[in-house]
């Protein structure tokens, strides 16, 4: 069975700082990463996708992928209470539908 | 990234009645994918909508219970048939969109309340 495993949370973390979040994964065949912000209340909101091993970075945002070790990582730098919501980490292989993670809720205290 | 409209955004039904939520996207798509999050918990997917084909719906979900239509490539529905309070959740339909990232967009919700 294909899963998805991340900390629960909360993660609470002081405005300003790096906020890092954690995922690990079952399926040694999944292809495609992403992370989802979700505020409460909201839909899953895309906000990194990641294909290869390595880092890659979009604003605040980097993601790291390490497929040997079948981990992916989110860091949030500068946290500001505006990222407070729950990060869920989605995997899949090619065009097959997302497998979810419980997601990790983050909190960032002013 | 593409758009989806989904509706309703929310209702409140009685027990053993069904409901039927829609999803309208702004570009055609192969694939729409229905899921479904009960309160604090992740996204489980209940199917996959094919244009033209049954849906594929995943272990625990079957059709007499959650029918789903796919007539074009743009639009979807999801009935949840013979509502109990346990089916009270965030109900979502999902593409995959095109673009540099690939990445899946989400419709809005439906949030169900069975009473």
């Known amino acids: 069975q294909k899963e998805v495993e991340q900390n629960s949370g909360p993660l609470s973390v002081p405005e300003g700082a790096i906020a890092s979040l954690n995922c690990t994964y079952s399926?040694?065949?999944?292809?495609?990463f992403f992370w989802y912000r979700q505020y409460s209340g909201k839909s899953p909101e895309l906000i990194m996708s990641?294909?290869?091993?390595g880092d890659k970075e979009d604003g605040r945002f980097t993601a790291q992928l390490n497929k040997a070790s079948q981990y992916v990582s989110l860091l949030i730098r500068d946290s500001q209470p505006s990222d407070s919501a729950t990060y869920l980490c989605?995997?899949?292989?090619?065009?097959?539908?997302?497998?979810f993670g419980k997601g990790t809720r983050l909190s960032v205290i002013a | 990234s593409a758009v989806i409209s989904q509706k309703p955004s929310r209702d409140i039904c009685q027990r053993g009645t069904s409901l039927t939520i829609q999803c309208q996207v702004d570009?055609?798509?192969?694939?729409m994918f229905w899921y479904r999050q009960q309160p604090g918990q992740s996204l489980t997917l209940i199917a996959t909508?094919?244009?033209?084909?049954?849906?594929?719906?995943e272990s625990g979900f079957v059709i007499d219970k959650f029918p789903i239509s796919r007539p074009n490539l743009t639009f979807s529905t999801l009935t949840v048939s013979n509502m109990s309070p346990e089916d009270s959740s965030i109900y979502l339909c999902?593409?995959?969109?095109?673009?540099?990232?690939?990445?899946?967009?989400f419709g809005s919700g439906t949030r169900l309340t069975v009473v």
């Open positions: 999902s593409v995959r969109t095109r673009g540099s990232d690939y990445g899946y967009t």
């Open positions: 399926d040694r065949g999944s292809q495609s």
């Open positions: 990641i294909y290869s091993n």
């Open positions: 989605a995997v899949n292989r090619g065009n097959t539908p997302l497998v």
């Open positions: 570009s055609q798509v192969t694939m």
């Open positions: 909508a094919n244009q033209g084909s049954e849906a594929t719906y």
